[in-house]
């Protein structure tokens, strides 16, 4: 789940996840109190945002049931923003491309690749011009608007029955 588009208690969920597995200072309330900060970005500027999401991310449970839900809850809330575009790629669906881990385009000058230690920033055309590439086939694997918040409702249904 993007960063920008995840609620404090998920984001905390998270963050002592890496914490802990990586033996570092817990921190996670001025972790949550900087992401939740960084979030503004969806509201100010002009920016547009492009993101595309496995729909397996919808339903690996981060957190309990209760955290999840708000989650989901909250992917629902950040679609409906203007200046934001939300891709899901249906986990039985038709596959253009696959990603080999998370990364974020920032215009046409970097590319951030995730990894589990560091973040890497690619900074040469033609790599930045291949994740460019995967970004499109991958878009061309999503469903959007109706579609993608259906695939969202269904794994918030689903979440509610396990829950019971």
Not at 70 to 84: E, T, Y
Not at 91 to 106: D, K, N, P, V
Not at 130 to 153: D, K, N
């Amino acid at each position: 789940m993007p960063g920008l588009f995840t609620t404090a208690e998920y984001a905390a969920a998270i963050f002592r996840f890496w914490a802990e597995f990586m033996h570092l200072s817990n921190d996670v309330d001025a972790a949550v109190a900087a992401r939740m900060e960084r979030q503004r970005v969806l509201y100010t500027g002009n920016r547009q945002f492009r993101f595309v999401i496995e729909e397996q991310a919808l339903r690996t449970r981060v957190g309990d049931a209760e955290v999840m839900a708000g989650q989901l809850d909250r992917l629902l809330a950040v679609m409906s923003l203007p200046r934001v575009n939300v891709g899901i790629i249906p986990s039985t669906g038709e596959r253009h491309s696959l990603a080999q881990g998370s990364f974020w385009i920032f215009d046409d000058s970097r590319v951030n690749v995730e990894t589990v230690s560091a973040s890497l920033a690619i900074t040469q055309p033609r790599e930045i011009t291949l994740y460019s590439r995967v970004f499109e086939l991958l878009q061309r694997s999503a469903v959007t608007g109706t579609e993608a918040r259906r695939l969202i409702t269904q794994a918030m249904r689903d979440l509610a029955r396990e829950a019971h």
